[in-house]
Each structure stands twice: as structure tokens, then as C-alpha cells.
T-cell receptor
Framework: EAQVTQNPRYLITVTGKKLTVTCSQNMNHEYMSWYRQDPGLGLRQIYYSMNVEVTDKGDVPEGYKVSRKEKRNFPLILESPSPNQTSLYFC?????????????FGAGSRLTVL | DAKTTQPTSMDCAEGRAANLPCNHSTISGNEYVYWYRQIHSQGPQYIIHGLKNNETNEMASLIITEDRKSSTLILPHATLRDTAVYYCIVSAYSGSARQLTFGSGTQLTVLP
């Protein structure tokens, strides 16, 4: 089944403890992206990647890092999490070959930073 | 990308057609209209998109006015599982640019 898989789905951590949220897609998509969703603020893009080794900042990149060493994986790294990074995170991917912005989203990762 | 305007919320009776409007009066010639939905904190789900012509797939129909300044997403026979936030997004495709910007959407509630 074509899908975007995120792990963990739920995580409670403490301020300053580094964590990584993994994202993997099995559709050979070139484009991958991370969003966060907060009440009243909608979905906001954190980082995106047009292809392997090509990443760029979205609207809210502060406090996050990403890497794209392989086409299928796009992990989101929080080096020193803070409570304002408590949020619902979504990874998404799409194929550049379709000529349209059709994104496939993961199920989401709910992160709580205490 | 052009801005869109959607009603905050709508209700629809189960089994009836749900018609969700979207205004995008500043849309430009190369911008598509996309519809996504999000069911209660799940990942958003792609529904349909179009440029000029009306489109239909297994989930919905998209009606775009001739001047392209507004569109309507039609769910022909709404079910309780269609209760979700529906996002109308206008965006040009670019292989090197950031993609879709999600606004507040319309909360559709399908009533039994």
C-alpha cells in the first residue's frame, strides 16, 4: 500500500532532550515536507525537500533540523525541544512528475514537550 | 498563491449532496484549485483538483466557474464519515517552489 509512515505517533518528552521523528514513504516521491498543526494556526510548513540532499526552510523552521540522505526518508530532528514545540506534526510527500501539488500525508505525530 | 475564502462551517444531512463553496477571486491563469480534507487530527487527504474544467472522481466533483473566481466541491451522497475540515487551496505548480498553503477550511458536519 502506498503510504507515508511517521514514527513515533505519540511522544511525551522533556525540555532539551533531543528527539527525532522519522518519516518514510514508499512511493518513490521526490518531494517531501514537514508541517506542524496548532489550534487556530492551521498547518504550517517547517521544512521541505525537493530531492535527495536538497532541503529548504518553510515558514517555521526555527528549532528544527532535517536531512534527506535517502529518497524515501526525511527525518525531523528537534535538537533541544522546548514547550512551544508541543504540536501535531505531519510529514507529506508528492511526485514532481504529476505536474500538480498532490500531497500524501502521514497519520501524524503528536509531540508533547514538558 | 491566490487567497481563498471559505465558510467557517456547514451542516449537511446524511445522504444528501454536500456543496462546499470557495471564493478565489484573485486566481491567476496558471493556478490550480485543490481540495483536501482532514478528519479529526488525521493527516489531510487529497480529494480533487482542477484548472479550468469541471472534474469528477470517485470521491467528489469539482465545479469551477467560467471566470475561475469561485468553485464548489460536491460530495454527492454525504455520509457521517465525510464529517471533516475541508480545505480549498489555490496554487501554481512549480517544481522548485514550496507547495500548498493550508488555510482554516470549512468544518463540514454531516448530520444523521
Amino acid at each position: 500500500e502506498a503510504q507515508v509512515t511517521q514514527n513515533p505517533r505519540y511522544l511525551i518528552t522533556v525540555t532539551g532532550k533531543k528527539l527525532t521523528v522519522t518519516c518514510s514513504q514508499n512511493m518513490n516521491h521526490e518531494y517531501m515536507s514537514w508541517y506542524r498543526q496548532d489550534p487556530g494556526l492551521g498547518l504550517r510548513q517547517i521544512y521541505y525537500s525537493m530531492n535527495v540532499e536538497v532541503t529548504d526552510k518553510g515558514d517555521v523552521p526555527e528549532g528544527y533540523k532535517v536531512s534527506r540522505k535517502e529518497k524515501r526518508n526525511f527525518p525531523l530532528i528537534l535538537e533541544s525541544p522546548s514547550p512551544n514545540q508541543t504540536s501535531l506534526y505531519f510529514c507529506a510527500s508528492s511526485s514532481r512528475g504529476t505536474g500538480a501539488n498532490v500531497l500524501t500525508f502521514g497519520a501524524g505525530s503528536r509531540l508533547t514537550v514538558l | 498563491d491566490a487567497k481563498t475564502t471559505q465558510p467557517t462551517s456547514m451542516d449537511c444531512a446524511e445522504g444528501r449532496a454536500a456543496n462546499l463553496p470557495c471564493n478565489h477571486s484573485t486566481i491567476s491563469g496558471n493556478e490550480y484549485v485543490y481540495w483536501y480534507r482532514q478528519i479529526h487530527s488525521q493527516g489531510p487527504q487529497y480529494i480533487i483538483h482542477g484548472l479550468k474544467n469541471n472534474e469528477t472522481n470517485e470521491m467528489a466533483s469539482l465545479i469551477i466557474t467560467e471566470d475561475r473566481k469561485s468553485s464548489t466541491l460536491i460530495l454527492p451522497h454525504a455520509t457521517l464519515r465525510d464529517t471533516a475540515v475541508y480545505y480549498c487551496i489555490v496554487s501554481a505548480y512549480s517544481g522548485s517552489a514550496r507547495q500548498l498553503t493550508f488555510g482554516s477550511g470549512t468544518q463540514l458536519t454531516v448530520l444523521p
